[in-house]
Protein backbone atom coordinates (compact mmCIF):
# COMPACT_ATOMS: atom_id res chain seq x y z
CA UNK A 1 0.00 0.00 0.00
CA UNK A 2 1.03 3.85 -0.59
CA UNK A 3 0.32 6.57 1.45
CA UNK A 4 0.11 9.77 0.82
CA UNK A 5 0.05 12.60 3.85
CA UNK A 6 -1.81 16.25 3.22
CA UNK A 7 -2.60 19.18 5.45
CA UNK A 8 0.39 20.01 7.44
CA UNK A 9 0.98 23.94 8.04
CA UNK A 10 2.31 26.56 10.31
CA UNK A 11 -0.48 27.83 12.80
CA UNK A 12 -0.54 29.74 15.87
CA UNK A 13 -0.39 28.15 19.42
CA UNK A 14 -4.74 27.49 20.41
CA UNK A 15 -5.21 27.33 16.18
CA UNK A 16 -6.40 23.50 14.38
CA UNK A 17 -5.24 21.69 11.80
CA UNK A 18 -6.42 18.54 9.27
CA UNK A 19 -4.09 15.98 8.14
CA UNK A 20 -5.47 13.19 5.64
CA UNK A 21 -3.53 10.38 4.49
CA UNK A 22 -5.02 8.63 1.59
CA UNK A 23 -3.94 5.39 0.66
CA UNK A 24 -3.70 3.20 -2.81
CA UNK A 25 -5.10 -0.47 -2.90
CA UNK A 26 -8.56 -1.85 -2.69
CA UNK A 27 -7.94 -3.74 0.74
CA UNK A 28 -7.42 -0.56 2.73
CA UNK A 29 -10.48 -1.73 5.65
CA UNK A 30 -7.55 -4.23 6.30
CA UNK A 31 -5.38 -1.72 7.51
CA UNK A 32 -4.71 -0.31 11.43
CA UNK A 33 -3.56 3.19 10.47
CA UNK A 34 -1.44 5.28 12.90
CA UNK A 35 -0.15 8.86 13.17
CA UNK A 36 3.47 9.36 14.22
CA UNK A 37 5.30 12.63 14.84
CA UNK A 38 8.74 13.64 15.33
CA UNK A 39 9.98 16.89 16.66
CA UNK A 40 13.67 17.84 16.14
CA UNK A 41 16.08 15.67 18.36
CA UNK A 42 13.58 13.68 19.67
CA UNK A 43 12.38 10.09 18.43
CA UNK A 44 9.65 9.40 16.83
CA UNK A 45 6.23 8.17 18.90
CA UNK A 46 2.75 7.51 18.06
CA UNK A 47 0.24 10.16 18.26
CA UNK A 48 -2.59 8.47 17.25
CA UNK A 49 -3.57 5.11 15.56
CA UNK A 50 -7.38 3.54 14.55
CA UNK A 51 -8.10 0.15 14.05
CA UNK A 52 -9.56 -1.16 10.62
CA UNK A 53 -13.66 -0.54 11.47
CA UNK A 54 -12.28 2.97 13.01
CA UNK A 55 -14.35 1.85 16.34
CA UNK A 56 -10.84 1.32 18.32
CA UNK A 57 -8.65 4.07 18.84
CA UNK A 58 -5.50 5.35 20.93
CA UNK A 59 -3.96 8.02 21.96
CA UNK A 60 -0.45 9.33 22.97
CA UNK A 61 -1.00 11.18 26.65
CA UNK A 62 0.31 14.43 25.51
CA UNK A 63 -2.78 14.65 22.95
CA UNK A 64 -5.70 13.12 24.44
CA UNK A 65 -8.75 15.35 24.69
CA UNK A 66 -6.89 17.42 21.64
CA UNK A 67 -6.30 15.35 18.79
CA UNK A 68 -9.38 13.17 17.11
CA UNK A 69 -8.54 10.16 14.62
CA UNK A 70 -11.02 9.18 12.21
CA UNK A 71 -10.84 7.64 8.92
CA UNK A 72 -13.24 6.74 6.02
CA UNK A 73 -12.95 3.18 4.17
CA UNK A 74 -14.75 4.12 1.16
CA UNK A 75 -12.34 7.11 0.61
CA UNK A 76 -9.11 5.35 1.52
CA UNK A 77 -8.66 7.90 3.49
CA UNK A 78 -7.76 8.38 7.64
CA UNK A 79 -7.56 12.06 9.54
CA UNK A 80 -5.86 13.85 12.02
CA UNK A 81 -7.80 16.35 13.19
CA UNK A 82 -5.87 18.80 15.39
CA UNK A 83 -7.23 20.87 18.07
CA UNK A 84 -6.05 23.40 21.08
CA UNK A 85 -2.42 23.26 18.95
CA UNK A 86 0.93 23.72 21.60
CA UNK A 87 4.15 24.72 20.51
CA UNK A 88 5.38 21.31 21.57
CA UNK A 89 2.69 19.58 18.73
CA UNK A 90 5.60 20.93 15.93
CA UNK A 91 6.92 17.47 14.31
CA UNK A 92 7.07 16.32 10.98
CA UNK A 93 3.89 13.76 11.05
CA UNK A 94 3.85 10.93 9.35
CA UNK A 95 0.79 8.19 8.48
CA UNK A 96 1.07 4.29 8.64
CA UNK A 97 -0.43 1.08 7.82
CA UNK A 98 -0.35 -2.12 9.15
CA UNK A 99 -2.22 -5.05 7.78
CA UNK A 100 -4.27 -6.79 10.56
CA UNK A 101 -2.64 -4.82 13.17
CA UNK A 102 -3.48 -3.98 16.71
CA UNK A 103 -4.53 -0.11 17.02
CA UNK A 104 -3.91 -0.38 20.69
CA UNK A 105 -0.93 -2.83 21.18
CA UNK A 106 1.97 -1.61 22.94
CA UNK A 107 5.07 -1.34 19.93
CA UNK A 108 2.78 -2.38 17.31
CA UNK A 109 5.16 -2.49 14.21
CA UNK A 110 4.15 -0.62 11.38
CA UNK A 111 5.16 -1.65 7.20
CA UNK A 112 3.98 1.15 5.29
CA UNK A 113 4.92 4.61 5.76
CA UNK A 114 3.65 8.04 3.84
CA UNK A 115 6.43 10.77 3.81
CA UNK A 116 6.00 13.22 6.36
CA UNK A 117 3.85 16.63 6.52
CA UNK A 118 5.39 19.29 8.86
CA UNK A 119 3.13 21.23 11.33
CA UNK A 120 4.28 24.08 13.10
CA UNK A 121 2.97 26.03 16.01
CA UNK A 122 3.94 29.53 16.68
CA UNK A 123 3.46 30.64 20.44
Known amino acids: VQLQAFGGGSVEAGGSLRLSCTASGRTFSTYTMGWFRQAPGKERELAAATAWSGRTTTYADSVTGRFTISRDNAKNTVYLQMNSLKPEDTAVYYC?????????????????WGQGTQVTVSS
Open 96 to 112: AAEQHGRATAPGQEYHY
